[in-house]
């Protein structure tokens, strides 16, 4: 993240702070009894990129609502949520802002919705295998809560809101920018994969697969995929996130069709200004 003016200001970070108490002041911290294994928030935060001075913080992050309606003595990660949003709009809008130094209001304003709307951050969540250490009620575990985008896209939320309690602005921003920058890459592009999957179920016969490999340690993967259309290998892409490559796939498989194929014309896009 570029440090534009402002961000790194303490008044900044002390407005943020601000944010987690009335008084100012972090929260008190969640219990230290939280039952999720030492393993396996080991290996979240190891994907996360983010060693956790106060553990009690993570832990919070990670407890629903619903846990805490049937165990006394939590509390949910709502506030933190709160906090996290905040953190989130911030990091992107100057992200976005340094990004682009000629866009306009509107065009930065539709891709930081792009990138921050719940469905990209129940993407982040899934990429970080977040539901599995989350804490949910015996009904929300039961109904599929650690799937649910609205449960994984709050919980992301307050896991930013923790770690920038837990490590400041910077730790905070890193996070956040790591997460988000391969979304800002196809933020406003046209939608390769859906064309093609429209393709597909345009006929009954045809069929379209992509096929996803990944490199690299948890917290900073590469993947590559491949597309297969009618059983044919055509296009390839790389990217820093599962939904970056296929993009990067399906659009080299458009072109291939195009180009080679002269089967699919390239269809024009709209283009936002």
Not at 98 to 107: K, M, S, V, W
Not at 210 to 219: A, C, L, M
Not at 232 to 251: I, M, N
Request: glycine share 10%; net charge negative.
């Amino acid at each position: 993240m570029t440090q534009a003016p402002g961000v790194d200001d303490a008044g900044d970070a002390e407005q943020l702070h601000a944010l987690a108490s009335p008084d100012g002041r972090a929260p008190a911290p969640a219990p230290t009894f939280h039952p999720i294994s030492p393993a396996a928030l080991a290996a979240f935060c190891e994907r996360l990129g983010h060693a956790f001075a106060d553990a009690d913080l993570l832990g919070q992050a990670l407890t629903h609502r619903s846990w805490c309606a049937e165990n006394a003595g939590y509390r949910s990660n709502e506030r933190l949520e709160f906090l996290g949003d905040s953190v989130l709009g911030l990091v992107v809008t100057d992200d976005l802002y340094a990004l682009l130094p000629d866009a306009g209001e509107g065009q930065l304003s539709r891709m930081r919705a792009a990138v921050v709307c719940s469905s990209a951050l129940a993407e982040m969540a899934v990429e970080l295998d977040l539901g599995e250490v989350l804490l949910l009620g015996k009904g929300e575990r039961a109904s599929g809560g650690r799937e649910r985008p609205s449960i994984l896209a709050d919980a992301m939320e307050a896991v930013i809101g923790a770690v920038f309690l837990d490590g400041g602005i910077n730790a905070a921003s890193e996070l956040v920018s790591r997460l988000v920058a391969p979304r800002l890459v196809t933020a406003g592009a046209p939608d390769h994969k859906s064309r093609l999957h429209e393709l597909a179920a345009s006929e009954p016969q045809r069929e379209v697969v992509f096929e996803i490999t990944e490199q690299g340690p948890e917290h900073d993967k590469t993947f590559h995929a491949r597309v297969v259309l009618d059983g044919v290998p055509l296009g390839t892409g790389v990217g820093r996130s599962k939904k970056q490559a296929e993009q990067a796939a399906a659009q080299d498989t458009w072109t291939r069709l195009d180009r080679e194929l002269g089967e699919l014309p390239v269809r024009e896009e709209a283009t936002h200004g």
